[in-house]
């Protein structure tokens, strides 16, 4: 079946600009995750959604940063005002809920952000 | 401070001959440990885990191993095959936490990655 999809693949904008990143989860899949990858790091947690409420949100950097998911499908990230530490990957995974044993998260291949 | 490290940004091998890629945690807390695969300009790939109740799990080429007394696990692929050349990276979740805190199974900590390369 289908995967994580996340769109745009690719996205070069300048700085102050806003930006919406979108992901579309696996089908049943109620737990979504947004991470980012910054060059050289590794994945760093952002937010966190079960069904269309965010328990954790705990991962955000600013309030610049903000995201929302409708239906218990689809998600978007928004960033405000960008900035240049902005600019990484931004991946997006999800996952069944927990019954009867730990579910792994399965990731989309990311949004490559660039801020100019 | 980082809770998961990876402390080899790159490890070489010859084909045939055994992958060991390392991860060291810091947080007790953690409960559930993962392995993911990373190709260039693709998401990460679940490989394999392991629940802090167990000290191996096995699947295939792969096997992981937790020393909790060491805070550290690490991820073994034999034999090992030219498409195994990838970052792999090791991730920690508090889960009994997360499920307390009324969530689901939580978030994922990740280390910075291993590059492994495998040479024919």
């Known amino acids: 079946g289908a995967g994580v999809s996340q769109s745009p693949s690719n996205k070069v904008t300048e700085k102050g600009k806003d930006v919406e990143l979108r992901c579309d989860p696996i089908?049943?899949?109620?737990?979504l995750y947004w991470y980012r990858q910054s060059l050289g790091q590794g994945l760093e947690f952002l937010i966190y959604?079960?069904?269309?409420?965010?328990?954790?949100k705990s991962g955000l950097p600013s309030d610049r940063f903000s995201a929302e998911r409708t239906g218990g499908s689809v998600s978007t990230l928004t960033i405000q005002r960008t900035q240049q530490e902005d600019s990484a990957v931004y991946l997006c995974?999800?996952?069944?809920?927990?019954?009867?044993?730990?579910?792994?998260?399965?990731f989309g291949d990311g949004t490559r952000l660039s801020i100019l | 401070d980082q809770q998961v490290k990876q402390n080899s940004p790159s490890l070489s091998v010859q084909e045939g001959r055994i992958s060991i890629l390392n991860c060291d945690y810091t947080?007790?807390?953690?409960?559930?440990f993962l392995w993911y695969k990373k190709y260039p300009a693709e998401g990460p790939t679940f490989l394999i885990s392991i629940s802090s109740i167990k000290d191996k799990n096995e699947d295939g080429r792969f096997t992981v191993f937790l020393n909790k007394s060491a805070k550290h696990l690490s991820l073994h692929i034999v034999p090992s095959q030219p498409g195994d050349s990838a970052v792999y990276f090791c991730?920690?979740?508090?889960?009994?936490?997360?499920?307390?805190?009324?969530?689901?199974?939580?978030?994922?900590?990740f280390g910075k990655g291993t590059k492994l390369s495998v040479k024919p």
């Open positions: 089908s049943g899949h109620t737990a």
């Open positions: 947080n007790s807390m953690f409960d559930y």
């Open positions: 959604f079960q069904g269309n409420s965010a328990p954790d």
């Open positions: 995974a999800s996952s069944l809920l927990m019954t009867g044993g730990y579910q792994p998260q399965h």
């Open positions: 991730a920690a979740s508090a889960v009994r936490a997360a499920i307390n805190y009324g969530g689901s199974q939580g978030n994922l900590i």
